[in-house]
């Protein structure tokens, strides 16, 4: 691990340009002893001067002043920013407050992105693997030779095995690129585009109403909300939206005071800002949620009305004597006494809980989405939308929503290639990783993975499953961990250096599309992705020329805004809709849309600004957001059968969580220096990773502030220091997720630990030891 | 309209704070402070204009967790101008507390006098890899090994907006124009930023709720960034 030393000249300067002495080679050269007095008396003019005066040598050259409006990639909220430019260079970015999805607002990751644009870890050029993953060795090679690459590969694989065995996965943060991917596929013949799913948690929803993706929560007119370890004010879907949304919420911005109840083992900065900390058992939330449903059952406050009209299962007849509907499940099953001793909540605050949910409404219960480690997340979900069905709240103001589609243009239509229809296609990740490790129904011959590091997290994609395909190309900014797995690396853009296009905000109703110019030139010999799979149609000729024959992704984003233009309703990103959105009329009317502009002047004026925007919902919409066969809320079978608990097993007494703090949420965050200094949440832990452990735990132990431990998992151990943490339940010890790279960059590989290696291979829950190192 | 000289102060509402430490990246990106390295960080040594103070108290399951984004408090008072033998820092008539680092002969006494804690001392020239020097903010300098260094309430937007304002012919507003990194970007909309002596702003109205403190007020130090507890 190699750090910026004191001396400025003497980092490493990969442009080639040299300048100054740097004082390691000053003493070099002195040693050798046939340097000029000149010289030395130079370098030590040099180095004084450095110690006393204020530098200015440092500044590049300067230019003219502009701003550019940019969206952030850091993560799948992608805000619109705004970039501050000197000349050629990006000095500052600050959110645009004309985004109604962050308002001005950004988070300390999109904050650090610059120092993404600039990091001296970027990956240059081209690179083809030489010899395996473990000890690869990297040829540079020029564009043209990387993209006669892959054609010639591609051309080999539609005559040998079919085009419909190629795959790509990612796009979460460059949508961009994701659907020029998309549609490349298609048009060579294959439909395995698989979208990074990691910023979804609709698990629930998929179960009880059918919807997949586009779910979205009404907190900013919500009065109360339930928060199931979700870590709202953390990682979860768009964090920026979330603070802003929730702050109001909180503030009563509509006259009352809401109230925000989080339901978590830990005191995260989530349970620290709420108006209330429920401390629960971790892995037992589904269970008190099931509890918090059976009093509202008991005493008939629910939603009855709802319930009658467009909820399946929750009670049956007695003609079918066999299945058990909700009502039974949670009124035999789930009696506050016995949810009780499960979960370590009163009765009394169960109770109590349930009585304040019926009463302030809209009262909104909120998931977690996936957590590595734990095998509820699918009974968690499920119990959590039971208590929604149960307030009332699908598809009302400040409930569960869906959001729609904005009306973008489709692009033309492409030829259908009769390989695409040969085979089911592969639709997520843990079905590519079972068709690379079965064959089955194909083994994939090539993947594409575009700005995801699927080998990092939690996926099924694991290296030696990869290493099942025979040709994987990564586009990438940094070297990555999936990326040292290719074969070949191709220099991606930041989100500053292309076009980008945002056609939804994760968990935010509103209908928006936000739009991102390229504020700067792609440096490094970087190019967008979009980019390049325009120029690899162009090589492969045929239908995939014709299907993507724009001359760069700009024009083909500007063909897409067309069609906001010609849908005549909604609005550019504008001051007025800052100042109004948030009246209830403007979500039922919208306003009348400005027509004087041309097509063109529309989509420069979109482009220019950042975005457009339709405030209009039409709530209650059953048909569109009930998808089930029946048309109604499914009450979910599974929560009729027990709730899966996690047993400690004999000699690893301690629960183990994980939690992801904000800071390093990104995929790319752990290489960025003003991160590190962030990271840790809620307490500031710069550098590295660490374990929290409660006071009389650690005390048991033996185990102080500071002390290095070893946690141990039956599998597998860690090394890393303690924080003894009064906000950590007894016998729960968390770790921090987003350290431990083994890529990566110099600032991230080696710094900490990944604790997901704790995990038995496949996921699962785990129990550990700790040790004092 | 009120008197001649703004005072410029900065109201945070700490119900609507979450802690994110956006502010914190904001500033180190506008006023060009260098990345820190673990070993400074470990030696309390990283420069950081904006913190974000985290007090735990109680214990388990009683255990309360408190967030204070904690800067330069531009006090009206300032302790740290009173014992800087030089004159290097120094109040402007805008009430900023400044340092001028060309006359700063680092002897910290005045980071021994803040009560607050937030004064810098550069222990090591400030480094960065040459590619981040790219996204240096020209219009704030770099400042030498040696000499102590602090919030600015990032003056250089004050100047840029005087030179605005003076070449339309007239003050600076006193909300809205002038807004520090920290503020401008903050995601829960938790800072306020403007002048706290003209009635018609947005902080001189939340400076007089019920829920507004300032921190270690005993002291008589009596500064400009005023906190907003949080409800229940």
């Known amino acids: 691990m190699k750090h910026p030393t004191e001396n400025q000249s003497a980092l490493p300067g990969r442009d080639g340009d040299q300048r100054g002495i740097a004082r390691r080679d000053f003493l070099k050269l002195a040693g050798a002893g046939t340097v000029a007095a000149a010289v030395a008396s130079t370098a030590v003019a040099h180095a004084v001067s450095g110690a006393l005066e204020v530098r200015e040598d440092v500044f590049p050259k300067g230019g003219p002043e502009s701003t550019v409006v940019s969206l952030c990639g850091m993560c799948p909220q992608r805000c619109s920013m705004m970039v501050r430019e000197i000349g050629e260079r990006a000095v500052s970015v600050k959110g645009n407050p004309l985004d109604p999805a962050n308002r001005g607002g950004l988070c300390p990751v999109g904050l650090a992105i610059l120092q993404l644009v600039y990091n001296p870890d970027r990956v240059r050029t081209p690179m083809l693997r030489e010899g395996d993953a473990n000890a690869p060795r990297w040829r540079e090679i020029s564009w043209a030779e990387a993209i006669a690459l892959i054609k010639s590969r591609l051309e080999a694989i539609r005559s040998g095995p079919g085009a419909h065995t190629v795959a790509a996965i990612g796009g979460g943060t460059s949508e961009l690129a994701g659907l020029m991917m998309a549609r490349f596929l298609r048009a060579f013949g294959s439909a395995n585009f698989i979208a990074d799913e990691s910023a979804q948690p609709s698990h629930g929803q998929n179960l009880t109403q059918s919807i997949s993706g586009r779910v979205a929560y009404d907190f900013e007119n919500s009065r109360y909300i339930l928060s199931f370890a979700a870590p709202l004010l953390e990682s979860w879907m768009s964090p920026v939206r979330q603070m802003r949304d929730i702050a109001d919420f909180r503030a009563g911005w509509l006259g009352e005071r809401g109230k925000l109840v989080q339901i978590e083992s830990r005191l995260s900065t989530t349970a620290a800002k709420a108006d209330e900390w429920i401390r629960v058992n971790p892995g037992t939330e589904g269970v008190l949620a099931l509890g918090i449903a059976g009093v509202l059952v008991r005493y008939q406050l629910y939603d009855a009305g709802f319930v009658k009209e467009h909820v399946a299962g929750f009670e049956y007849g007695p003609e079918q004597k066999s299945a058990r509907g909700l009502r039974e499940v949670v009124l035999q099953d789930y009696d506050p006494a016995k949810v009780a001793a499960i979960t370590g909540v009163s009765s009394e605050v169960i109770v109590r809980l349930a009585h304040e949910f019926a009463q302030m409404r809209p009262a909104l219960a909120v998931p977690p989405g996936a957590r590595p480690g734990r095998q509820d997340n699918g009974f968690l979900e499920a119990a959590v939308q039971t208590l929604n069905a149960l307030s009332g709240v699908i598809d009302k103001p400040g409930g569960v929503l869906v959001s729609r589609e904005p009306p973008l243009a489709a692009w033309a239509p492409i030829k259908p290639q009769p390989d695409e229809a040969k085979q089911p296609p592969l639709r997520s990740a843990s079905e590519l990783a079972a068709a690379a490790e079965g064959g089955h129904p194909y083994l994939p011959s090539a993947v594409f993975i575009l700005g995801t590091n699927p080998l990092f997290g939690s996926s099924p994609i694991r290296p030696e499953v990869l290493e099942r395909i025979p040709f994987k190309v990564s586009f990438t900014t940094l070297l990555d961990e999936t990326a040292a797995h290719a074969d070949l690396v191709l220099p991606d853009c930041t989100s500053l250096e292309r076009w980008e296009i945002r056609t939804a905000v994760p968990g935010y109703a509103l209908t928006s599309v936000g739009v991102g110019s390229p504020a700067i030139a792609p440096r490094y010999g970087s190019s967008p992705a979009a980019q390049v799979i325009l120029d690899l149609a162009k090589a492969m000729g045929g239908d995939v020329a014709g299907a993507l024959a724009w001359s760069d992704p700009g024009q083909a984003l500007k063909e897409m805004l067309v069609g906001l233009h010609d849908a005549a309703h909604g609005e550019i990103f504008s001051e007025r809709f800052r100042r109004e959105y948030t009246r209830p009329e403007m979500r039922a009317w919208g306003w009348p849309a400005d027509t004087s502009l041309k097509r063109d002047e529309f989509v420069e004026l979109a482009v220019a600004r950042g975005g457009w925007v339709d405030p209009r919902y039409s709530f209650g919409d059953y048909a569109s957001v009930l998808k089930t066969k029946s048309g109604k809320f499914e009450m979910p079978e599974l929560l009729g059968s027990a709730p899966p608990l996690i047993a400690a097993r004999p000699g690893y007494p301690l629960d183990l969580n994980f939690f992801q703090p904000l800071a390093l949420m990104s995929t790319m965050g752990a290489n960025l220096p003003y991160l590190q200094e962030v990271a840790g949440a809620p307490e500031d832990w710069p550098w590295d990773s660490y374990i929290e452990i409660n006071p009389a735990t650690a005390a048991a132990l033996g185990i102080e502030d500071g002390d290095w431990v070893i946690a141990q998992s039956p599998t597998a151990q860690v090394e890393l220091q303690a924080h003894v943490y009064a906000g950590a339940m007894p016998n729960v010890v968390n770790i921090p997720l987003g350290q431990g790279h083994t890529a990566l960059g110099h600032w991230a590989s080696g710094r900490g630990v990944n604790p997901l290696k704790l995990l038995p291979v496949g996921g699962g829950p785990v129990t550990v030891r700790i040790v004092k190192r | ?232």
């Open chain 2, 1 to 232: 309209m009120g008197q001649a000289m703004p005072r410029w102060g900065m109201v945070i509402d700490l119900d609507r704070c979450s802690g994110c430490r956006g502010c914190v990246v904001a500033c180190k990106q506008e006023n060009n402070i260098a990345p820190s390295t673990q070993e400074q960080a470990q030696s309390s040594r990283m420069i950081s204009w904006m913190n974000v103070i985290t007090v735990v108290d109680g214990d388990y399951p009683d255990a309360k967790l408190r967030l204070l984004p904690m800067l330069c408090q531009q006090c009206e008072n300032p302790p740290c101008v009173r014992v800087c033998p030089v004159g290097a820092t120094q109040k402007s008539s805008q009430g900023i507390v400044g340092q001028i680092y060309p006359r700063c002969i680092g002897c910290r006494y005045c980071a021994s006098a803040c009560p607050y804690q937030v004064k810098y001392f550069n222990w090591s020239p400030p480094s960065w890899p040459r590619e981040f020097e790219q996204s240096l903010n020209p219009s704030v300098s770099v400042r030498p090994k040696g000499v102590i260094e602090k919030c600015t309430f990032c003056v250089q937007r004050l100047q840029r907006a005087r030179d605005q304002a003076a070449f339309e012919g007239r003050k600076v507003r006193s909300e809205g124009e002038y807004v520090p990194a920290c503020v401008e970007s903050c995601p829960a909309k938790a800072m306020y930023f403007g002048d706290l002596d003209d009635h018609s702003t947005e902080v001189a109205h939340l400076v007089r709720d019920t829920r507004a403190f300032r921190v270690m007020d005993e002291l008589g130090t009596e500064p400009n960034i005023i906190y907003l507890k949080e409800s229940t």
